[in-house]
């Protein structure tokens, strides 16, 4: 299932941080969100998740506005990772992702076969499955991650809606993760702040800065040195990964964009 958003307009207090912003996260396809901080990213991706409601525009699931839809319905086909990672769950690790069912059940009823399968399978796919019995608050931010991912999983969505996945997890487990989502080919929304392992994860990119789109398209032709000085602010060469090809992002860290490069090396 495809996701256009139309439009978009979304505020907080009549402040409004996402103005007018157009996207199409295209069935089957990883679509990245990239942009510097405050601009919008995560706002973007509540309103996919109908945490926020926008002050105009639409978010359409299959042709369909997802605020027309019940909650209940639009949870069967849209899961998400927050960036608000409740620590607050007295539960344990496989209780957390069993609430992945939820838009599944019906008041009260128990778990069946089916759902248990699909908990082990969405425990296994981020390799949890041998903390399924301790306690979430007992996990480290990158173990709390993967399961909360598992969750989104145990959903069985259609859609996946991902406000930085990667955080908090080691480079083995980002590499895991991304690999796994390109596995899994559903619709998937993640924003992302790596913009290498954006370059490499993802089939389209959209550039959002102060709210609007200001860039979209596959990553080589979006992640260009004028574009990150025009949404980063930094310096920045784009080569060709040595092993993959992908695009590669080489940052100046010595200098933000517009200062005078510096070539000499300080010990
Ligand atoms: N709950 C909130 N109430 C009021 N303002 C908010 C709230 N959440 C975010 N904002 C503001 O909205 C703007 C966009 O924030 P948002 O979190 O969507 O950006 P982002 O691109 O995800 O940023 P980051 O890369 O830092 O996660 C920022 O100016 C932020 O301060």
């Not at 369909?64 to 899961?79: F, G, K, L, N, Q």
């Not at 690999?179 to 619709?187: C, H």
């Not at 089939?203 to 990150?228: C, F, K, N, Q, Y």
């Amino acid at each position: 299932m495809r996701i256009d958003i139309e439009n978009l307009h979304v505020a907080y207090a009549g402040r409004t941080v996402v103005a007018g912003a157009h996207l199409i996260a295209a069935e089957g396809e990883i679509t990245g969100l990239v942009g510097p901080n405050g601009s919008g990213k995560s706002t973007l991706l509540r309103t996919v998740y109908r945490h926020l409601k926008p002050s105009a525009g639409r978010v359409l699931l299959a042709g369909t506005d997802i605020r027309r839809m019940a909650p209940v319905e639009s949870a069967r086909h849209i899961a998400a990772l927050p960036q608000e990672r409740g620590s607050d769950f007295e539960l344990t690790v496989r209780e957390v992702v069993a609430m992945g069912r939820t838009p599944y059940k019906r008041a009260f009823a128990g778990e069946d076969a089916q759902d248990r399968d699909t908990v082990a399978g969405a425990l296994a796919d981020v390799g949890m499955e041998d903390h399924a019995g301790r306690r979430f608050t007992a996990l480290s931010g990158g173990e709390r991650q993967r399961v909360l991912l598992a969750r989104a999983f145990a959903q069985n969505p259609d859609v996946l809606v991902l406000d930085e996945p990667t955080n908090h997890l080691d480079v083995r487990h980002q590499v895991e993760l991304l690999a796994l989502l390109r596995a899994q080919r559903r619709t998937t929304l993640v924003s992302l702040h790596d913009l290498n392992a954006a370059a490499s994860a993802c089939d389209r990119l959209h550039v959002l800065h102060a709210g609007a789109v200001i860039a979209s398209g596959p990553p080589r032709e979006v992640l260009t040195p004028d574009l990150m000085a025009e949404a980063f602010g930094v310096r920045a060469a784009v080569v060709e990964h040595p092993l993959t090809g992908d695009p590669l992002i080489a940052f100046d860290h010595r200098a933000p964009a517009g200062a005078e490069p510096t070539t000499e090396c300080h010990r």
